[in-house]
């Protein structure tokens, strides 16, 4: 764009999309350059995306980017397009306001109600959902007065996401790190299909925990007993759990999907690893979900060497041991009064019993609040995006859950969790 062109930019006549109308808020902050690929991931999903950057973030990516991206004009100030009032009208005719990032000054800002920029205004006059994801040094993340204006914010509906732990700007790491654009656009997408009910944050303040993955137990270095869990239905649960305002902590057993956006991310090997992050994080939790496909069984010893074929006659024979159950230690002696314990069964029916008498017996054996029974078999179940279920409830439910995705079961998951703490 040669010097001097005008202020304002973009093709807004031109860009009439039928999609959610979304306002992309960008604080000042280095993980401005990130939100680029957040927009592009929104304007992909269909979203009509109109960013509102503060002037400061202008400073990290300029304007004509935000532009050409968006396909609208952008602009920090109230006083630019007076005549369109867009200090009202960009708020009100939003279906979802993300802030990302949102940098300690926003949160500041936005939670004393400042309206000193068009960001700020936009964020007074919205009435859908706003969600913020900040982004920071550690330091300022951590600081009483950060803290004081998240809860503050929190407790007027908005959610304000766990920002990731990592690398930070420099050297340094820590909490503070933006998520990843795709799991926000993601976070977008589960907001959006929720509404614009503030019911729809219905954990808002609980804590709670997520199991996810297929535990492995090795028998030397390099080999190990493990299970075709892919971590899909754990990393929904955590993903719908956020949206819905939880604080979540997610224990990973070797999966290999991204981060959910705001789900603090416990990464695990084996059944005792998991069974220790899982009881450490339960501690001040109000609900735990055991998604994981834990091991049953491992080896009773582990060489510290290679076993080898040279020179083995006869193949070994592997002892096994049995693991602690973790669901069952959960809903018994560690249990926290009030707290909900939900298990998973993936089950087959045999001659002893069908598929929900199996589960039925599960449930009453591991003394969970509810148990979420499903077939194995083909396209059901591990490494399938799809899943189909009943939810066992102790008190006697039976909820079933139509064939569809595991986003949808888990929201099925935590409408019953949301019930109980209620
Ligand atoms: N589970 C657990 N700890 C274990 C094994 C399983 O917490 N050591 C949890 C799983 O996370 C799941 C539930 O228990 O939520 C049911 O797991 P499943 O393997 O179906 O239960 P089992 O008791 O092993 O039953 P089965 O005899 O059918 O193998």
Not at 277 to 305: G, I, L, Q, W, Y
Not at 317 to 346: K, N
Not at 398 to 418: C, F, I, M, N, Q
Request: net charge negative; glycine share 10%.
């Amino acid at each position: 764009m040669p010097d001097g062109a005008p202020h304002l930019a973009g093709r807004d006549d031109a860009v009439a999309r039928a999609g959610p109308r979304v306002v992309l808020g960008v604080g000042g902050g280095i993980a401005a350059y990130k939100a680029c690929e957040l927009l592009r991931r929104l304007i992909e999903a269909g979203h009509d995306v109109r960013v509102v950057p503060t002037g400061s973030a202008l400073r990290f990516v300029g304007e004509p980017t935000w532009a050409a991206l968006s396909g609208h004009p952008v602009t920090s100030e109230v006083w630019d397009d007076a005549h369109d009032v867009p200090h009202v009208r960009i708020g009100r005719e939003a279906d979802l306001v993300l802030v990302a990032p949102a940098t300690a000054d926003l949160l500041s800002r936005a939670a004393h109600g400042r309206a000193d920029d068009l960001l700020t205004a936009t964020l007074l006059t919205a009435r859908c959902p706003v969600a913020y994801a900040p982004a920071m040094h550690t330091e300022m993340w951590q600081h009483p007065a950060t803290q004081a204006n998240v809860a503050t914010l929190r407790s007027r509906g908005a959610l304000v996401v766990e920002p990731a732990t990592g690398r930070l700007t420099g050297a340094d790491s820590g909490p503070g790190r933006l998520p990843e654009p795709d799991e926000l656009a993601e976070l977008a997408r589960l907001l959006l299909e929720r509404g614009t009910a503030g019911a729809s944050l219905d954990l808002a303040g609980r804590s709670v925990v997520v199991s996810a993955g297929g535990t492995r137990e090795h028998l030397d270095p390099v080999r190990f007993l493990g299970n075709r869990s892919s971590g899909r239905q754990g990393y929904a649960l955590a993903r719908a759990a956020v949206s819905r305002g939880a604080r979540v902590t997610l224990v990973a057993a070797n999966v290999a999907s991204p981060d959910p956006a705001g789900a603090s991310v416990v990464p695990v090997v084996s059944a005792a690893d998991l069974r220790a992050a899982v009881h450490a994080a339960a501690v001040d939790a109000d609900a735990v979900v055991m998604a994981a496909a834990v091991a049953d069984f491992r080896p009773a010893t582990c060489t510290e060497t290679k076993i080898k074929k040279a020179g083995s006659p006869s193949a070994p024979v592997l002892a096994l041991e049995h693991t602690p159950d973790v669901l069952t230690e959960l809903a018994g002696e560690r249990r926290r009064p009030g707290q909900v314990i939900v298990g998973f069964a993936a089950e087959t029916g045999d001659d002893s019993g069908s598929v929900l008498e199996h589960g039925a017996t599960k449930l009453a054996r591991k003394g969970a609040d509810l148990l979420v029974v499903n077939e194995v078999g083909p396209g059901k179940g591990f490494e399938s995006p799809d899943n189909e279920a009943v939810v066992l409830g102790a008190d006697g439910t039976r909820t079933p859950v139509p064939y569809g995705s595991k986003e949808s079961l888990a929201h099925v998951v935590w409408d019953l969790v949301a019930q109980r703490l209620a």
